[in-house]
């Protein structure tokens, strides 16, 4: 399934265009849940695609939501420098 990524990476940034287009252009709120709708819909083949489960990202999400962004922010970068 690997040799879809591509297609389905295209996809999804397709889809996130046409988000932002919506938005860009004040369309309504069904137009705009419609193309939120796509753009989580493409995202979660690619999730599925590389074995990362929406719960995970939930989960993610979760923590981001207790915290201010800055607190995220700086997590995120400890994060990181302890992975390398």
Do not use: W
Not at 9 to 21: F, P
Not at 28 to 51: G, I, N, Q
Not at 55 to 80: M, P
């Amino acid at each position: 399934m690997d040799y879809l990524m591509p297609l389905y990476l295209s996809t999804c940034r397709e889809e996130a265009n046409e988000l932002c287009q919506t938005l860009e252009n004040n369309e309504d709120k069904s137009r705009t849940a419609s193309e939120m709708a796509d753009v989580l819909y493409h995202a979660m083949v690619l999730l599925a695609l590389k074995d990362v489960k929406v719960e995970d990202v939930l989960q993610v999400l979760r923590q981001r939501f207790s915290k201010s962004g800055i607190e995220e922010k700086r997590s995120r970068a400890t994060h990181k420098s302890v992975e390398n």
